[in-house]
């Protein structure tokens, strides 16, 4: 395989231009990209909206430094990350629109700075189309804004890819030497497992470059220490955590999720279980066209003998998506926006060939016409799903936000403990603590939610019609929004 090295040690000069003409360019990419995280920034703000509520996932993530609700558990898969993260608002203030301009702003910035990595490699045209497509997603702006972690190890994957080349090309770069130890601590710091297949081909090219490896592996090892340690000190170490966390992801081996992934674009934000029709060809159309217009992309950089820039990200984003394709059985359209943002380099340097490509002026207006159409119709599509998702999951969130107002005129206020159906995110909304005694989240035992009651407000929440457990048979049930509670007698008799 070619590997671009003619080009990288000229500073990846385009096609026809020298080192001085390239250098004299890429200023001019410079407002481009700031263009394109920037609209990302607005979009983020216009569509997903500043008062857009906190999820379940986030509930739990921010519970973990806010100031403003108890902890929720912490299960073995979760990295602290995105806690940390979000820790400078929500260790202060309780403000939901606050959290999401902030977060909105930092993934622009961080966007724009991941995108600049690759000046070096790649045209201003080719860099901000991709930057472009990747901000396009009804998924990146959907998740831009949240207290998630994915969109994080996108970003990540994105710095983390271009710094290796530039280190690659220029062992004086001292600057790609510390984004390339930055980007791979940052994804470990979210998602250790994601970082770990995302630098699978980085580990392979570095094995006759030791310094290469050893910086690539200190990122890492950065970013996941903390859970490490923390899987001693409170999972019963690093094999039992790990184990935890397949089992609780339905056990890490051969499911095949593709259909599962294709399900969820439709605006499935968990497709768990991932039962139902895929949605219309005009919605995953997209998807399909993906790895063949990446493939034209790769094929058209091996053809200008610059394929490594193009060539690595492709490969990257493979192994980013293989466990979410093949190794879990449920889907969720955020786990493959590592492989989304790397694949946008690709994708973009085909598309810019088709329209650049040596032809006579109709075979070119054509080819640029079809282009054109093709992305119109896809922002289009984009758009739609978007909107529907976030209609869908404010009157989710709307739900819970009425459960905590109708628990709270039944006395059940901070310090209180709730348990049972959808109580994490109902929890945190009503300023409660949470505790199951089965399941995922499970961190209690019956006996000891019993001796809660007689401490605390203490409500056990079930779906209608649903039955209650043990402990609370015999307790008062109440309506609270949709769902029933039984509150511990001793919250109503202090009312």
Request: proline share 7%.
């Amino acid at each position: 395989m070619a590997d671009g090295s003619n080009a990288t040690t000229t500073g990846a000069c385009p096609a026809g231009l020298t080192p001085q003409a390239a250098r004299t360019r890429r200023p001019r990419g410079e407002p481009w990209l700031a263009a394109v995280a920037a609209t990302f920034v607005l979009a983020q703000l216009a569509l997903v909206r500043p008062g857009f509520g906190l999820g379940w996932d986030e509930t739990v993530y921010v519970s973990q430094v806010s100031g403003h609700a108890p902890a929720a558990f912490f299960s073995a898969p979760r990295a602290r990350g995105i806690s940390l993260l979000v820790a400078p608002v929500t260790s202060w203030s309780g403000s939901t629109s606050l959290l999401r301009i902030y977060l909105g702003v930092l993934s622009g910035l961080a966007l724009y700075f991941a995108l600049r990595v690759w000046r070096a490699h790649v045209m201003p045209r080719v860099l901000a189309l991709a930057g472009a497509l990747f901000v396009s997603l009804w998924v990146t702006v959907f998740y831009g804004p949240q207290a998630m972690p994915n969109y994080w190890v996108a970003v990540g994957a994105l710095a983390c890819v271009g710094c290796f080349l530039r280190a690659r090309a220029n062992a004086r770069d001292r600057a790609a030497w510390w984004g390339l130890f930055a980007g791979a601590a940052l994804m470990a710091w979210m998602r250790p497992m994601d970082a770990s297949y995302v630098v699978l081909p980085l580990l392979a090219l570095s094995l006759r470059r030791p310094r290469l490896l050893v910086v690539l592996v200190a990122g890492l090892l950065a970013g996941v220490g903390e859970w490490v340690i923390e899987a001693y000190a409170s999972y019963g170490g690093l094999a039992q955590r790990l184990f935890d966390a397949s089992r609780i992801q339905g056990g890490l081996g051969w499911h095949l999720a593709v259909v599962d992934q294709l399900r969820s674009l439709g605006g499935r934000t968990l497709c768990r279980p991932c039962t139902g029709s895929v949605p219309s060809p005009v919605v995953t159309l997209w998807w399909f066209a993906l790895p063949l217009l990446a493939a034209l992309g790769a094929v058209a950089a091996v053809r200008a003998r610059r394929a490594l820039p193009v060539l690595l990200p492709g490969v990257c984003a493979v192994t980013a998506a293989v466990p979410y394709l093949f190794l879990i059985g449920y889907a969720a359209p955020r786990f493959l926006l590592p492989a989304y943002a790397l694949l946008a380099l690709p994708v973009a340097y085909g598309l810019v060939h088709v329209v650049t490509a040596p032809a006579r002026g109709r075979a070119r207006t054509l080819a640029m016409s079809l282009v054109a159409a093709g992305l119109a119709g896809h922002l289009a599509v984009q758009y739609v799903v978007l909107e529907r998702t976030v209609r869908a999951s404010v009157a989710h969130r709307a739900d819970w936000s009425r459960t905590a107002a109708a628990l709270h005129t039944l006395g059940v206020r901070s310090p209180c403990l709730l348990s049972g159906y959808e109580a994490v995110p109902i929890a945190f909304y009503t300023g409660c603590g949470s505790a199951q005694t089965a399941g995922h989240d499970a961190s209690a035992t019956a006996a000891e939610l019993t001796r809660a009651a007689h401490r605390k407000p203490f409500a056990v929440l079930t779906p209608p019609g649903g039955r209650p457990p043990a402990y609370a048979h015999g307790w008062p049930v109440e309506r609270v929004g949709v769902l029933q509670a039984y509150v511990a007698p001793a919250v109503r008799q202090g009312r």
